[in-house]
């Protein structure tokens, strides 16, 4: 069953360290979202990809964020240095870009603290 | 400016009862798809239905239905005989398929399923 696979699933963390999110896209898929939702802002979209070159990372503060596809397999989004107004849940979400309309398909997120 | 606006902050109705929630949208382009996703309290986001705009008839997926009205800019969502299991937040999403391709997402319903 093919899925998006995120790391780490729960992160904390104090102000000022670097963090660091992975995500694993399904094989095959060309297109990568990065998404933090917050119960403030709701979802927002950071960055994403598409055949691993960034087409949009207008949503993501470029002075701490940072977000880079070293490969087809592996997303990564950093942050450095982390704030407590960054405590957020992250989704990484894939898809196949032929069809613009195509369904994505998000992971299980990843639960980062800061403190 | 592209927008989803979802009236209903929460909802509640009583298992096996039919529940709808309301999504409307704005958008310029000819070429658009909608979506529901549902995120249950584990936070993970599900694809409920999508709905091409240039399709008239309205998706369905089992006990899920949607109401496309393109003209009114109108996509509401249909729960018939509600699970426990659907308990979760709700967001109606457009993607539109131009020059800026990406997900516009509504703040979401949160909707409870009462035994």
């Known amino acids: 069953d093919a899925r998006v696979t995120q790391t780490p699933r729960h992160k904390v963390t104090e102000m000022g360290q670097e963090v660091t999110m992975r995500c694993q896209p399904i094989?095959?898929?060309?297109?990568v979202f990065w998404y933090r939702q917050t119960m403030m802002q709701g979802l927002e979209l950071l960055a994403y990809?598409?055949?691993?070159?960034?087409?949009?990372d207008s949503g993501m503060p470029k002075d701490r964020f940072s977000a880079e596809m070293p490969d087809a397999t592996l997303a990564t989004l950093k942050i450095q240095p982390s704030e407590p107004r960054d405590s957020a849940v992250y989704f990484c979400?894939?898809?196949?870009?032929?069809?613009?309309?195509?369904?994505?398909?998000f992971g299980e997120g990843s639960w980062l603290t800061v403190v | 400016a592209q927008t989803v606006t979802q009236s209903q902050p929460e909802m509640s109705v009583q298992e096996a009862e039919t529940v709808t929630l309301s999504c409307t949208y704005d958008t310029s382009e000819s070429n658009y798809y909608l979506f529901w996703y549902k995120q249950p309290p584990s936070r993970q986001m599900i694809l409920v239905i999508r709905q091409e705009a240039y399709k008239q008839q309205n998706a369905t997926e089992n006990r899920f239905s949607v109401n496309f009205q393109k003209a009114a800019k109108s996509f509401s969502l249909k729960i018939s005989d509600s699970q426990l299991g659907d308990t979760a937040m709700y967001f109606c999403?457009?993607?539109?398929?131009?020059?800026?391709?990406?997900?516009?997402w509504g703040l979401g319903t949160s909707l409870a399923v009462n035994p």
């Open positions: 094989l095959g898929h060309n297109t």
């Open positions: 979400a894939s898809g196949q870009g032929v069809d613009p309309g195509n369904t994505i398909y």
């Open positions: 999403a457009l993607y539109n398929a131009g020059n800026n391709r990406k997900l516009i």
């Open positions: 990809f598409r055949n691993r070159a960034p087409l949009d």
